[in-house]
Nanobody, 115 residues
């Protein structure tokens, strides 16, 4: 059974920081491309950042220079360090694993940035 469990969301003031974590189980983590998505109320779900099995990274333009994705294969965990948070970063952030042609999703964690 595949499980992706996110943590680290919360309420923070603009300019603050949060670090999200996603622990994966039931997959071969070292073979998985890991991504963070977010969805704000009334909007579509968008890719925020991704990291390949070789630790190459990509970011949405809106978060470049502020967010950093990383992975710890020994802990089956992917992180999203978010600095310089803005109110427009408010959303539910979800972890995604893409492995052997299939996508798996976590339940999401709420991030709220107050102005």
């Amino acid at each position: 059974q595949v499980q992706l469990v996110e943590s680290g969301g919360g309420l923070v003031q603009a300019g603050g920081s949060l670090r999200l974590s996603c622990v994966a189980s039931g997959i071969i983590f070292t073979r998985a491309v890991m991504n963070w998505y977010r969805q704000a109320p009334g909007k579509q779900r968008d890719l925020v950042a991704g990291i390949t099995t070789g630790s190459s990274t990509n970011y949405a333009d809106s978060v470049k220079g502020r967010f950093t994705i990383s992975r710890d294969n020994a802990k089956n965990t992917v992180y999203l360090q978010m600095n310089g948070l803005k109110p427009e970063d408010t959303a539910v952030y979800s972890c995604n694993a893409y492995v052997f042609g299939r996508h798996y999703w976590g339940q999401g964690t709420q991030v709220t940035v107050s102005s």
